[in-house]
């Protein structure tokens, strides 16, 4: 077997499930049914559905080993990438295998009792809800519950192996910021500044690309426009990028700015002024604090700036600055995961979460944003966005 299409050895899978297993025990579940594409590659280690019409679904009992199930046309990619013993195709381009998911189950011995399911916080079935509708039909002394937290409590502590291609997802991404601002000229418009930033990382080996750009003050009330925009860089501009790309399916995410020509004494002061409350974010981070507590910090250090008609009250109460309405976000297989470090969440961190931490405020002078992303180690922390956090002129 070709080891090029694995993305971890198989240990790293059977750790996955056992960790699954320990978490069902303790939760009272007998199994968890994942259908949605990343969960399904989390645990089975091969490409979840890219189509609607051919669902993936993997299931994994608290006793006994996994089943997956999945469209013959994945069948020879999935032998390639997946450890799993038993691979289950079908053929029908009409909705999940219904027979064959049910008889899963019962030669799993899993006919009652508690099945974990994608139906709660921020997770999606990865089939039809009439499909959904129809396997508890067909399993009638099973109860369906939700598993989002059991989910969540597995995906959001990062392994070795995770963390490894979260960090090189970083220097991909810090090593383009680098090439693209030595490259990036005044009198370029923004389309053509994105270009040589997606392209760089590209080069640098990062997939599934993506760059928000601003270089105001004429947008600075949308936050930021989705796609570059023709407008050409001008001396007094901010160039403000927010990017990120996957490496072997694990994300990077931060931003950073440059200058176009010397910035203004009140630029300097604002960038200033979010950089530090920034840094002091992160340095709050370590095993054991709650992630509302940064957020208060921060809400407390724009105060005493006296910045707080830019950032609101709370996490968002500002018309331009702090839309998302939260400080920062996990990040993992996606880029934005649980927990969100926000005053409405009280999750605990954990050695082996990574979060971003991206305080904001936007006006006619720029885009202040510098967004890191943070590994929670077992005493402290550990910033994985490396590109450079000084205030760049071009």
Same mark, same amino acid.
């Given at each position: 077997?070709?080891?090029?299409?694995?993305?971890?050895?198989?240990?790293?899978?059977? =750790? =996955?499930?056992?960790?699954?297993?320990?978490?069902?025990?303790?939760?009272?579940?007998?199994?968890?049914?994942?259908?949605?594409?990343?969960?399904?590659?989390?645990?089975?280690?091969?490409?979840?559905?890219?189509?609607?019409?051919?669902?993936?679904?993997?299931?994994? +009992?608290? %006793?006994?080993?996994?089943?997956?199930?999945?469209?013959?046309?994945?069948?020879?990619?999935?032998?390639?990438?997946?450890?799993?013993?038993?691979?289950?195709?079908?053929?029908?381009? !009409?909705?999940?295998?219904?027979?064959?998911?049910?008889?899963?189950?019962?030669?799993?011995?899993?006919?009652?009792?508690?099945?974990?399911?994608?139906?709660?916080?921020?997770?999606?079935?990865?089939?039809?809800?009439?499909?959904?509708?129809?396997?508890?039909?067909?399993?009638?002394?099973?109860?369906?519950?939700?598993?989002?937290?059991?989910?969540?409590?597995?995906?959001?502590?990062?392994?070795?192996?995770?963390?490894?291609?979260?960090?090189?997802?970083?220097?991909?991404?810090?090593?383009?910021?680098?090439?693209?601002?030595?490259?990036?000229?005044?009198?370029?418009?923004?389309?053509?500044?994105?270009?040589?930033?997606?392209?760089?990382?590209?080069?640098?080996?990062?997939?599934?690309?993506w760059v928000l750009t601003n270089s105001g003050p004429y947008n600075y009330e949308?936050? !930021?426009?989705?796609?570059?925009?023709?407008?050409?860089?001008? %001396?007094?501009?901010?160039?403000?990028?927010?990017?990120?790309?996957?490496?072997?399916?694990?994300?990077?995410?931060?931003?950073?700015?440059?200058?176009?020509?010397?910035?203004?004494?009140?630029?300097?002061?604002?960038?200033?002024?979010?950089?530090?409350?920034?840094?002091?974010?992160?340095?709050?981070?370590?095993?054991?604090?709650?992630?509302?507590?940064?957020?208060?910090?921060?809400?407390?250090?724009?105060?005493?700036?006296?910045?707080?008609?830019?950032?609101?009250?709370?996490?968002?109460?500002? %018309?331009?600055?702090?839309?998302?309405?939260?400080?920062?976000?996990?990040?993992?297989?996606?880029?934005?995961?649980? +927990?969100?470090?926000?005053?409405?969440?009280?999750?605990?961190?954990?050695?082996?979460m990574v979060i971003n931490i991206e305080p904001t405020i936007a006006n006619q002078?720029?885009? !202040?944003?510098?967004?890191?992303?943070?590994?929670?180690?077992e005493d402290g922390f550990e910033v994985l966005s490396l590109a450079t956090r000084?205030?760049?002129?071009?």
């Amino acid at each position: 077997m070709d080891l090029e299409y694995r993305r971890f050895p198989k240990a790293e899978y059977e =750790r =996955r499930w056992e960790r699954a297993k320990k978490i069902m025990a303790t939760n009272g579940l007998d199994a968890l049914i994942v259908t949605e594409s990343n969960n399904f590659t989390y645990f089975s280690g091969a490409h979840g559905d890219f189509s609607y019409s051919r669902p993936t679904v993997f299931i994994l +009992p608290r %006793k006994g080993n996994p089943v997956s199930i999945i469209h013959d046309f994945f069948d020879p990619s999935h032998q390639r990438e997946s450890w799993l013993e038993d691979i289950r195709p079908y053929t029908s381009i !009409f909705g999940a295998p219904i027979e064959m998911i049910k008889q899963a189950f019962s030669d799993l011995g899993i006919t009652t009792g508690l099945i974990g399911a994608e139906l709660g916080r921020e997770q999606r079935l990865g089939l039809p809800f009439n499909d959904f509708i129809k396997i508890t039909n067909e399993l009638p002394n099973a109860e369906f519950v939700d598993g989002s937290d059991e989910l969540w409590s597995l995906r959001m502590v990062k392994s070795p192996a995770e963390i490894s291609n979260m960090k090189k997802a970083c220097k991909i991404s810090s090593d383009a910021y680098c090439k693209a601002f030595g490259t990036i000229r005044e009198g370029m418009t923004e389309k053509e500044a994105t270009k040589i930033l997606y392209d760089a990382t590209v080069e640098g080996g990062g997939s599934s690309v993506w760059v928000l750009t601003n270089s105001g003050p004429y947008n600075y009330e949308s936050g !930021f426009l989705p796609n570059p925009s023709n407008h050409t860089l001008e %001396k007094g501009n901010l160039l403000w990028f927010d990017t990120g790309c996957n490496y072997k399916g694990y994300v990077s995410d931060f931003s950073r700015i440059a200058a176009i020509g010397e910035p203004s004494d009140e630029q300097k002061r604002l960038y200033d002024i979010v950089n530090t409350i920034t840094i002091k974010c992160v340095e709050m981070i370590r095993p054991g604090i709650i992630v509302s507590d940064i957020s208060r910090f921060c809400n407390i250090a724009f105060e005493k700036a006296g910045l707080s008609d830019l950032w609101g009250k709370g996490d968002c109460s500002s %018309k331009n600055s702090n839309r998302a309405q939260r400080l920062g976000h996990g990040i993992g297989m996606v880029t934005t995961e649980p +927990p969100h470090v926000a005053i409405y969440d009280d999750t605990e961190l954990k050695a082996g979460m990574v979060i971003n931490i991206e305080p904001t405020i936007a006006n006619q002078l720029g885009h !202040f944003n510098m967004e890191s992303d943070v590994l929670v180690t077992e005493d402290g922390f550990e910033v994985l966005s490396l590109a450079t956090r000084d205030l760049l002129q071009i």
